[in-house]
């Protein structure tokens, strides 16, 4: 089967996931409706913490997180079947970051003993995340000519993103050491730099296109014996 169409699901999922259970979160009184990219009235976890939402939350996020393992695996495929060019520590961050995003979302809703464990978490499964992708972008910077036109173009973009990313990072620590009410707009920058890690995994679809990066399975048949 085709891997690129994983790239889309892996990033699309999520996005999916949190905007359909803020919908429902928001129609049982749980979070108010607004825009929470600019009015900043919720944070991603609270769209996913109080029943029915919850269960919503965990039965897509926690397929999701599988997925981003699975992801980091086929990153490290096509960098070696196209450029040669290998990056252990890059796919176990990226794996490392899918198990932490699974284990935020087991801790969410269960109660205040495992708050600092849901927080551990999505911090790292962003920071961890962001850090992978950096280290992708080393090894395709030194794939040299190899580079296509496309990729050259999905590279170009994925840095700019990355730098973003890094600068709504460094901003939000600045504001949060600086800015008094820092609170009152923490969760738009949350949701925003969801939106930018999303992007970043969904870009992989049109490198692996272009490569038509396949996933084998092989099934085991049973031989029936013949009769002599």
């Given at each position: 089967?085709?891997a ?8 699309l ?6 905007h359909?259970t803020?919908?429902?979160a928001?129609s049982?009184?749980h979070v ?17 913490r109080?029943?029915p ?8 996020m926690?397929?999701?997180?599988l997925?981003?393992?699975?992801f980091?695996?086929l ?17 176990w961050?990226?794996s490392?970051?899918?198990l932490?995003l ?5 801790a969410?809703?269960e ?8 927080r ?11 850090l ?5 972008l080393y090894?395709l910077g ?5 580079v296509?036109?496309?990729?050259r173009?999905?590279?170009g973009w994925q840095?700019a993103?990355a730098?973003?990313l ?5 901003t939000t ?7 008094s009410?820092?609170d009152?707009?923490?969760d738009?920058?949350e949701?925003?730099?969801m ?8 870009s ?13 399975v ?6 029936s014996a013949?009769?002599?």
């Amino acid at each position: 089967m085709r891997a690129a169409p994983i790239a889309l699901i892996t990033g699309l999922l999520p996005l999916f996931c949190i905007h359909i259970t803020y919908f429902i979160a928001a129609s049982h009184g749980h979070v108010d409706w607004c825009n929470p990219y600019w009015d900043s009235c919720t944070s991603i976890s609270a769209t996913g913490r109080q029943l029915p939402e919850k269960l919503v939350f965990k039965f897509i996020m926690i397929p999701a997180g599988l997925l981003a393992i699975l992801f980091w695996w086929l990153v490290q495929q096509w960098l070696w079947q196209v450029h040669q060019r290998r990056s252990g520590a890059m796919q176990w961050l990226g794996s490392i970051a899918g198990l932490f995003l699974i284990l935020y979302v087991v801790a969410l809703g269960e109660g205040r003993d495992y708050q600092q464990v849901r927080r551990t978490g999505i911090v790292l499964f962003f920071s961890l995340t962001f850090l992978a992708q950096l280290l992708f972008l080393y090894q395709l910077g030194r794939a040299g000519e190899r580079v296509t036109p496309l990729q050259r173009n999905i590279f170009g973009w994925q840095k700019a993103m990355a730098a973003t990313l890094l600068g709504i990072g460094i901003t939000t620590v600045i504001l949060d050491l600086t800015y008094s009410d820092y609170d009152s707009i923490e969760d738009a920058f949350e949701w925003v730099m969801m939106l930018f890690i999303v992007a970043q995994f969904c870009s992989h679809y049109w490198l692996w296109r272009e490569s038509d990066v396949r996933v084998e399975v092989n099934a085991a048949r049973k031989k029936s014996a013949s009769p002599e």
